[in-house]
């Protein structure tokens, strides 16, 4: 297959919308219900942008499957974009969450599962010391936030097509002619985030260096492989040279791992000994509880200790009332201790390699040029023949009719892809025949589509 054939794709995507709508007339009820009072009939606008005509709606979900209102069961291979990735409510976090919840939910005091949940991130990423929030993007906030009034410098640098939850610093682009905008869909900047942000293309040492050189960076918040729009892996040597310069310019390195988890128990740092000053991880490690932690050296503790005073700790722009509360806490130390465990990874890695080679396979047998890129417990396929090297290059090929119409086809077969591209995450609970089904599925959707291409 050379080129998608548009008129044949439009057809194919009525047939699985048609087919969609006729299957879940439960989800549409629902959905005609929630749209009086919910804008597009979702709690949170992005669910709007699902493949199907509407979203389907979850009766319960457990381990990698979950059950739709119409009574369709489904392999979640989305599983909640990474806040699943332990599986559905896992029963060892059921466990200790059930207990909290008998014995106080958020009192703004620390329980014991504080100290025994900042033991376990240490010992997983090397980084000593631990302060909790309720999500990754208000780690994110907060370590950058340090960043600045430790170094006393301005600015951030990212890379291009980042994306560290709703950061507001953090939704950069570069410009054709290399200047820093906001970027597509950025909604209601409080400024143009050029103005607190350079943006540099992963894997460019030389940008890199550039744009550190000027001496008024505080902070490179980076995933230490791009996983948001689609996987970019680091090339060999990108973080030697990350590091190195970094400290040559007395800028912070804050390694964001909450996607990047999926790499190993101690995510992509602790897989590949890197060292970074800070490490901000959300997401996965409550098993969904709301959860996120930012973790820092010795050394940044001793410079943060003399940030402020007592009198005004409360006020300082990092914070919330609810971060830090003991529901989240036993979640994260029941999470860590005994779902995300070393173990879980050597069942879920072979997974994922497996996701790939089926995939790989299918795409060999039809002659489709697509590469896959698999990082850990998670794979994805890019419209690209092979690996990209940056955002730039991934967003170039990204194909939102395609990508609509293959989550859609594998939807209708009972497999739920994340919708923002073609990645699937194992979970401790994922088995070999989830894997295969989806294999099956793509197989079936992919010779339709090459059919008469
Ligand atoms: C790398 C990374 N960091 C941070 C976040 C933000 O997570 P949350 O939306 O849970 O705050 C995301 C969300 O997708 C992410 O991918």
């Given at each position: 297959m050379t080129a998608v054939d548009r008129p044949r794709l439009a057809s194919l995507m009525e047939r699985e919308e048609q087919r969609f709508v006729r299957e879940h007339p439960r989800s549409r009820e629902l959905h005609e219900r929630a749209r009086r009072t919910l804008p597009g009939g979702v709690p949170m606008h992005w669910m709007t942008k699902w493949a199907s005509p509407f979203p389907v709606f979850v009766e319960s979900a457990r381990g990698a499957h979950f059950r739709d209102v119409d009574g369709h069961e489904y392999v979640d291979l989305c599983l909640g974009d990474t806040g699943a990735m332990t599986g559905h409510s896992p029963e060892a976090t059921l466990a200790a969450v059930r207990r909290q919840l008998e014995r106080g939910i958020t009192h703004m005091l620390p329980t014991e599962e504080a100290a025994a949940a900042a033991e376990l991130l240490a010992t997983r990423f090397g980084l000593p010391e631990w302060q909790f929030t309720l999500s990754a993007t208000d780690a994110n906030r907060f370590a950058l936030r340090l960043a600045r009034a430790i170094t006393r410098r301005p600015k951030i640098l990212v890379f291009d097509y980042c994306y560290h939850g709703t950061v507001d610093e953090t939704f950069a682009t570069l410009r054709e002619d290399g200047s820093v905008g906001p970027r597509r869909?950025?909604?209601?900047?409080?400024?143009?985030p050029g103005a607190t942000t350079r943006v540099v293309e992963f894997n460019d040492v030389d940008a890199l260096d550039r744009a550190l050189a000027?001496?008024?960076?505080?902070a490179v918040l980076a995933e230490p492989a791009l996983t948001n729009i689609g996987i970019v892996l680091p090339e060999p040597g990108f973080h030697e040279a990350l590091r190195r310069l970094t400290l040559e310019n007395g800028t912070l390195l804050i390694l964001d791992e909450t996607h990047t988890l999926c790499a190993g128990p101690g995510g992509y740092t602790a897989e590949h000994h890197l060292a970074p000053d800070m490490l901000v991880v959300g997401k996965a490690i409550g098993g969904g509880i709301p959860s996120g932690a930012y973790g820092f050296t010795a050394e940044i503790a001793a410079r943060l200790a003399t940030l402020t005073t007592l009198e005004d700790i409360d006020v300082g722009g990092i914070g919330g009332t609810l971060a830090g509360n003991a529901l989240s806490l036993a979640a994260i130390h029941a999470t860590l201790e005994q779902v995300l465990t070393p173990d879980a990874y050597s069942r879920m890695v072979p997974l994922a390699q497996r996701w790939t080679e089926g995939v790989e396979r299918v795409l060999a047998a039809h002659a489709v040029p697509w590469h896959v890129t698999r990082l850990g417990t998670r794979a994805e396929y890019h419209f690209l023949p092979n690996a990209p090297r940056n955002g730039r290059e991934a967003a170039a090929a990204s194909d939102f009719e395609l990508e609509r119409y293959l989550h859609l086809a594998a939807l209708n077969r009972g497999i739920l892809l994340t919708p923002f591209h073609n990645m699937a995450l194992m979970s401790p609970a994922t088995t070999a025949d989830d894997v295969d089904r989806h294999t099956a599925a793509f197989e079936e959707t992919i010779s339709q589509l090459v059919a008469v291409a």
């Open positions: 869909g950025n909604i209601g900047p409080a400024v143009d000027a001496g008024d960076v505080a």
